[in-house]
Nanobody, 121 residues
Framework: QVQLEESGGGLVHAGGSLTLSCAASGSRFSFDAMAWYRQAHGKERELVARITSGGSTNYADSVKGRFTISRGNAKNTVLLQMNSLKVDDTAVYYC???????????????WGQGTQVTVSS
């Protein structure tokens, strides 16, 4: 029922910038947290950046100072501005949206299908 629609991936030279966008639809509630993950070829999926409904953010050490996650203007949207891109940033980027379902900490999450980001040297 919940759908996450991603856009903004593509090809860019090292040092360039891209902005990814994710819009989640089909939920009656605002998500408690939204995040971007990525998975490079042959590697495990890793958290890139996360933002909570309260505006708290955290980033992978490898992207701190270069990437910025923010809430979009529309409900349940999130952006990832990526600057000073490196070849090592090449990966499939996945949008993630989570909702806390009770006070005990149970968590329900949804995933986008992924968008390819390729950084060339």
């Amino acid at each position: 029922q919940v759908q996450l629609e991603e856009s903004g991936g593509g090809l860019v030279h090292a040092g360039g910038s891209l902005t990814l966008s994710c819009a989640a639809s089909g939920s009656r509630f605002s998500f408690d947290a939204m995040a971007w993950y990525r998975q490079a070829h042959g590697k495990e999926r890793e958290l890139v950046a996360r933002i909570t409904s309260g505006g708290s953010t955290n980033y992978a050490d490898s992207v701190k100072g270069r990437f910025t996650i923010s809430r979009g203007n529309a409900k349940n949207t999130v952006l990832l501005q990526m600057n000073s891109l490196k070849v090592d940033d090449t990966a499939v980027y996945y949008c993630n949206a989570g909702l806390a379902v009770n006070v005990e900490g149970a968590w329900r999450e949804h995933w986008g299908q992924g968008t390819q980001v390729t950084v060339s040297s």
